[in-house]
Nanobody
Framework: QVQLVESGGGLVQPGGSLRLSCAAS????????MSWYRQAPGKERELVAR????????NYADFVKGRFTISRDNGKNTVYLQMNSLEPEDTAVYYC????????????WGQGTQVTVSS
């Protein structure tokens, strides 16, 4: 059974930090590119960061460059999102996504974790 389970969300003050984790199971984690997306109320889901199957070439949305870092541990089947200098505009549900590196329509989503940035 394929599972992506996000954790680490919560309430944080502006300027604070959070580290999200996404634990994968039921598929060959190292054969998938991993991404974090987010969706704020009333808005479409948007890409935050993506990493290749080896973690060697991360890329980021402009609005998080310099503040967020995506990483992965293939030995633990986990991808992380370190979020620093959080802003109220970062408030959203954050989702983990996996896409097979060859079979692009083989994709999985987690259930999401809420991040709220507020004083």
């Amino acid at each position: 059974q394929v599972q992506l389970v996000e954790s680490g969300g919560g309430l944080v003050q502006p300027g604070g930090s959070l580290r999200l984790s996404c634990a994968a199971s039921g598929f060959s984690f190292s054969a998938y590119a991993m991404s974090w997306y987010r969706q704020a109320p009333g808005k479409e889901r948007e890409l935050v960061a993506r990493t290749t199957s080896t973690g060697s070439t991360p890329n980021y949305a402009d609005f998080v460059k310099g503040r967020f870092t995506i990483s992965r541990d293939n030995g633990k089947n986990t991808v992380y999102l370190q979020m620093n200098s959080l802003e109220p505009e970062d408030t959203a549900v954050y989702y983990c996504n996996a896409v097979h590196i060859i079979i692009k329509n083989r994709t999985y989503w987690g259930q999401g974790t809420q991040v709220t940035v507020s004083s």
